[in-house]
């Protein structure tokens, strides 16, 4: 039976109707005869919330007391899934980071994932249990908790699937794939089909929070195929592994820095639009502080702040 591991993120999992979506994907993959390990974030902007109200107590907070506080979201909608997945009459159980057996250094707030015990996972699994594991959180050495850093939920779900040596691991989020640049504020961002993890990781480097970046270096480093796709629809996503996809451009923009990082295999073969990208930036009277280029890899940082018509504009021109 293969293993597979499914992510949802804060807006996946953000209210009971959310919730209830979640179960029916989760539930879809159960019935295709799937050992189904689930990895949750904390519901909608709780971890935001929780770090302001506790701001709002001290401004000098132990890491440690933070992250006991923190790990406390992902715990309410690990177990919330669980109730929902038993009452639909499916045999689920939720585990927080510890009972998973993830051990992680000392480092509180930013804690890196050690090693993983499977006993109880795998004990629920041959239970026939779905696993619901808490994301974001581990133990230490001296039994603390720990959290992985912000959007570390991925991390959790990658690293579990490493162990279990999992087919698949599906984050789920808001939007169905990587994108050129990020979809909710460039107009013309388009899908990415698939991305070598090496290229995920320039992406993310260059400002897409789209996954935890320490998510993309343990899916390299054991070969874990990761997709990711919309909780809300059924698009196919964008698929992340070692598989190269010959001739494709794929670019990212950073607008705050005014650099635009075109990223992919082939683009070097196009100087073409290299050209016809330099004519626009002629014609615009933009001033280049940088312009690189590596083996699959341009990167454009202006003096200027570059509109988002221009930007729009460079990028139809590259991934035409
Ligand atoms: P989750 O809460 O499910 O972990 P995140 O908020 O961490 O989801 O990541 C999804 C968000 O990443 C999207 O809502 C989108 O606005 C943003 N994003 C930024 N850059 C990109 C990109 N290149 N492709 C897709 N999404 C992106
Ligand atoms: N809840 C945590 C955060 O908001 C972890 C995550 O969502 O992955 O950063
Ligand atoms: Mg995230």
Not at 26 to 35: G, L, P, T
Not at 37 to 46: E, F, L, M, P, R
Request: hydrophobic share 40%.
């Amino acid at each position: 039976m293969d293993t597979i591991v499914l992510k949802f993120g804060g807006s996946s999992v953000a209210d009971n109707e959310k919730l209830k979506i979640v179960a029916d994907k989760i539930i879809q993959m159960k019935e295709k005869n799937n050992n189904v390990v689930v990895v949750v974030s904390a519901q909608g902007k709780t971890t935001d919330k929780l770090i302001a109200e506790a701001n709002e107590l001290s401004d000098t907070i132990e890491d440690r007391e933070m992250d006991v506080l923190l790990s406390s979201g992902e715990q309410i909608s690990s177990a919330k899934l669980s109730i929902l997945l038993n009452k639909l009459g499916y045999k689920a159980i939720s585990l927080t980071g510890w009972q998973a057996g993830i051990y992680t250094n000392n480092t509180n707030q930013n804690a890196i994932i050690e090693k993983i015990n499977l006993t109880r996972i795998n004990k629920e699994l041959q239970d026939g249990k779905i696993v619901i594991i808490a994301g974001f959180q581990g133990i230490n050495e001296n039994m603390d908790i720990t959290t992985l850093g912000r959007g570390g939920s991925d991390t959790t779900a990658v690293a579990i699937a490493a162990a279990l040596h999992a087919k698949h691991c599906y984050i789920y989020s808001d939007v169905d794939g990587v994108y050129t640049a990020d979809p909710n504020k460039f107009d013309h961002s388009k899908k990415l089909s698939a991305l070598t993890y090496e290229e995920m990781h320039t992406i993310s480097s260059e400002g897409a929070k789209v996954l935890h970046n320490r998510s993309i270096e343990i899916g390299e480093k054991f070969n874990i195929p990761i997709i990711t796709k919309s909780t809300f629809n059924d698009k196919p996503g964008t698929v992340i592994s070692d598989t190269i996809e010959e001739n494709t451009i794929k670019s990212i923009v950073k607008k705050e820095t005014s650099r635009i990082s075109i990223i992919g295999n082939g683009i070097i073969r196009n100087f073409d639009n290299i050209y016809k990208v330099l004519n626009i930036i002629e014609q615009e009277k933009l001033e280049i502080l940088e312009f690189l280029v590596e083996e699959a890899k341009i990167i454009i940082t202006f003096k200027n702040v570059v509109s988002d018509e221009i930007v729009s504009k460079i990028q139809k021109i590259i991934l035409n």
